[in-house]
């Protein structure tokens, strides 16, 4: 039911505290009597409550201008200088102009008061990597080639009072100066360098050239790195251009090729040449202690030969009937009673009964071969044609 509706049985009830009381006071309060309040309250502050009641309708008009103003006044007052509150983020730095003139040092984060109206609150994000792309088409290179590049370059605010005063736009002189030191160095550079192994280098070439416009122009930005997105040809020509890399990274493969086998022949040359050279000093030092040998036993034989000519004489001559019966497996002997010789292939005699040549018991089996063979020998009683048994090897070494 609303609030002192008719027929309410004396129950009504209104919203600014009446409750269920009678009387001049039921309704709600008068509007204008409080503002007469408020006026009054007003001029007692500012010294207005001197006025005459008599003349009411005067004075109370006198007094509400009066005391508006001034509650206005304090009311812009109020706002006002909550208006000179500010933040300044952990990542922020605040620039404070004062009637134009910058104050001495950046306001660090925290809860800064400054009077609004009299000092200019520029805030500026130090902390923030910003990061910008250009694609820059149709820069000619040094070996007079069209290449289409893009670039990107981070930075951030180094310096936020050069940032904020030394230069109108910041971003437009970056963008400005960025287009001219990638030209620049492009210009500078060959084609095959920026589209292959030279990158890098070019990437350093336009932070550091674009690094020294910013710090002629006082921006307060410090450029931290630049990196080549792409760079390739204009589309017209790009296929002519591929076909062009592939036959060089053909070329490359094939010296890589190459260099690879060269790898691994040239060692084994070297290691082979040693081997010889090693090889070769090994049989010069063999041949010498073999001649150092030799001349040594001969003086050797030649002292005894001076002491028993015809024994030494007669021993050297077993010695090399020795050595070249060794090599041989056949001999011819000279039958008695005519111009016949004897074939003996020893060889074959020694197949035929089972045995080597060099068993352990080719003595005794040469020895038994001489029995058989004693009939066939020249007589014992020919002189010319007589045979010492006394000088027969009797050793391995003797015929085979």
């Given amino acids: 039911m609303a609030w002192n509706e008719p027929g309410n049985n004396g129950n009504d009830n209104d919203p600014w505290g009446g409750g ?17 309040s408020l006026t009054k309250k007003l001029n007692g502050v500012f010294g207005g409550g001197g006025s005459s009641s008599g003349s009411a309708s005067s004075g109370s008009g006198g007094g509400f201008s009066g005391g508006l103003l001034a509650g206005l006044v304090v009311v812009a007052a109020v706002i006002w200088a909550f208006g000179g509150f500010y933040i300044v983020d952990q990542a922020e730095r605040a620039v404070v102009l004062r009637f134009g003139k ?92 920026i589209l292959t192994t030279g990158r890098e280098q070019v990437a350093d070439d336009v932070q550091q050239r674009l690094q020294n416009y910013m710090d002629n122009y006082n921006t307060g930005i410090l450029v931290s790195q630049v990196n080549v997105v792409q760079a390739q040809p204009p589309q017209a020509v790009r296929p002519a251009f591929d076909d062009v890399i592939r036959a060089r990274e053909d070329e490359q493969r094939a010296q ?43 003086n050797q034989l030649l002292v005894e030969y001076q002491k028993a000519p015809e024994v030494t004489r007669q021993r050297l001559y077993i010695e090399a009937v020795e050595d070249v019966m060794t090599a041989s497996t056949k001999i011819m002997i000279d039958v008695e009673g005519g111009n016949n010789m004897l074939y003996l292939p020893l060889d074959k005699i020694m197949e035929q009964s089972g045995r080597g040549l060099g068993g352990a018991s080719s003595t005794q089996d040469l020895r038994a071969l001489a029995e058989q063979l004693s009939p066939y020998m020249p007589s014992a009683n020919n002189n010319s044609n007589s045979i010492d048994r006394s000088r027969v090897p009797t050793n391995t070494r003797g015929v085979r």
């Fill in 20 to 36: 269920g009381r009678k009387g001049p006071e039921q309704g709600p309060p008068d509007i204008d009597e409080v503002i007469r």
């Fill in 102 to 193: 910058v104050l001495d040092a950046t306001v660090q984060p925290g809860l800064h008061w400054n009077p609004p109206l009299i000092d200019e609150v520029s805030l500026v994000n130090i902390s923030e990597l910003n990061a910008k792309t250009y694609d820059s088409n149709a820069m000619l290179t040094t070996d007079e080639n069209i290449i289409d590049i893009e670039v990107t370059v981070q930075y951030r605010i180094d310096d936020p009072v050069k940032y904020v005063l030394a230069v109108q736009d910041p971003e437009r002189s970056l963008d400005n100066a960025a287009e001219s030191a990638i030209r620049h160095v492009v210009g500078g550079n060959f084609m095959d360098q």
């Fill in 256 to 298: 890589n090729q190459a260099q690879q086998y060269a790898n691994q022949i040239i060692p084994e040359a070297r290691g082979e040449s040693q081997r010889q050279i090693e090889q070769a000093n090994a049989y010069r030092e063999e041949v010498i202690a073999e001649a150092t040998g030799n001349a040594s036993r001969f």
